[in-house]
């Protein structure tokens, strides 16, 4: 790139060499350095762009009428287990009456569900501790000391709404973002 010489004209500043000599190879260096950049941009941009198979897995679409209160499913989004809970009344009493304020991650059960649904807690079935996949949504499984989610690996307890309760995950189970597309039909992502 061209500079201004503040201190004029010297013997270097001579048209057939010196600084019109030096300008072109700093000239030339820029554009190297352009190029350069470009060609390592490129790859990493085209890395940021979903090939089809992740977009395929953008959403799923599940059908929960078969989901009886007090059973679970795990299913799979993005890779990653899902599980969707129809909540009994009873679950959904005990998750209601526990003071928010106590809570390591305070949250209510109507913030963890859709309105009008609190009896389907939909959340991802990945502890939060360091990644395990939590007992609790098969049949027969250990839903730990307070009756939600326990995750072996570690000893974490998340209760009926998916919260941590004891042992050493930091947050919640996450819920993933869905919509209830009709009263039987759910779409995850
Ligand atoms: Fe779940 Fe550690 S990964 S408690």
Redesign the pocket.
Known sequence: MATLDKTGPGPEDAPHDGVRRRDFINLAAVSFAGAGAVAVLYPLINQMNPSADVLALASIDVDVSGIQPGQAVKTEWRKQPVFIRHLTPQEIQAANAVDVGSLRDPQTLAERTSEGRPQWLITMGV??????V?LGAAEGENKGEYGGYF??????HYDTAGRIRK???PINLEVPEYEFTSDTAVRIG
């Open positions: 502890c939060t501790h360091l990644g395990c939590p995750c072996p690996c570690h000893g974490s042992g050493p995950a």
